[in-house]
């Protein structure tokens, strides 16, 4: 009775010790995922249907945060300008 309890309890530790060895061991070689989205929207684009109409509007909104960012840049140019000559 007792060697059948030590010999499941080693078993389930070994089990548990090859998992925790793989997690550390996949944890430590994991690499970060890139999408490779380079003309996708314009292809998509070509197809028409829903997919083309959803990729244009995708793409739209792509171009209005652009011009959302110029703006904000644009935005914190004339604050700067401004405090200088108020001197706030």
């Known amino acids: 009775m007792t060697q059948r309890k030590f010999s499941r309890g080693l078993m389930i530790a070994l089990i548990v010790g090859v998992f925790g060895l793989g997690y550390v061991c996949g944890s430590m070689t994991e690499r970060q995922a890139e999408a490779q989205m380079g003309g996708l929207l314009e292809k998509a684009g070509k197809m028409g249907g829903p997919v083309g109409s959803v990729a244009e509007f995708g793409s739209s909104i ?10 904000q840049k644009n935005l914190d140019t004339f604050k700067k300008v401004q405090s200088s000559l108020t001197g706030k």
């Open 62 to 71: 792509v171009e209005m945060q652009d011009h959302i960012t110029g703006l």
